[in-house]
């Protein structure tokens, strides 16, 4: 391999997330115990697990939203209580924690994913527009934009979701349970085209869901690690021309 594509393979492969020893309870209920995993730049992970296993708990870990009691979160190489970027991480929670009479707009509410915590309450600057209609673009629904977001479909709320966690051109995706409550087809496209983000786009997913058919057609049949209850289907994509960087809004946006 030459030195250049070693550089950029090497420049693939960090570390995104890591678990070590993580163990969290609520009160007196211990939830998750010892849980240990790492997720590398690319991956595709699929994290299965029966109903209250604490899959949700992980997620809010992992986005700053709970401490772990033991062990520790790392994310891109900086322990997560000292961690910045979270623009970075792309975050779509369970749609039914969702108030459908939450009075905003379609376009609001994307909006509102816009560098997270820090500039919620800020002026919105011309490029905050811009890239606001790039992510409904992406997601073809442009249509929408002034709708109001508990008006819509399940499929397309969820859309809806996913380019407000797209606006900051984030390296991961966190999907909790994206495809629950939408029809077999929506289902579908929507699955499809978080796979084409992953190979083309250089993506990393953790997504939880309850579907094995879809979870095994893509990440293969067996879990690459078990721990606990938890399981955690893995699959890299490997393409080293996909290693440049690219601002995903606009190349999702171009290619239609
Ligand atoms: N805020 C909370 N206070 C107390 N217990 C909680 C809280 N949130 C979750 N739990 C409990 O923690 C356990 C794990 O919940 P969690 O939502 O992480 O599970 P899950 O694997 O995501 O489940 P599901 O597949 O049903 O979404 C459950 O028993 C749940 O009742």
Redesign the pocket.
Known sequence: MSGAASAIQAGCHQEIVKLDGVSFS?DS?S?LQGVSFTIMERDFVGLI?S???????LLRMIVGLARPQKGSVTLFGTPAGQFKDWNLIGYVPQRSHFNPLFPATVREVVLSGLYGRKKLFRRLSREDVERCEDALAALKIEDLGNKRIGALSGGQQQRVFLARALINNPKLLILDEPLTGIDIETQHNFFQMIQHMHQRHNITFLMVSHDMDMVRSYLGEEPKEKVGKLSFYVRHSHDLEDCRGTDLLHSLRKEG
């Open positions: 609520y209920q939830i697990g109903n209250g296993a604490g899959k949700t708990t």
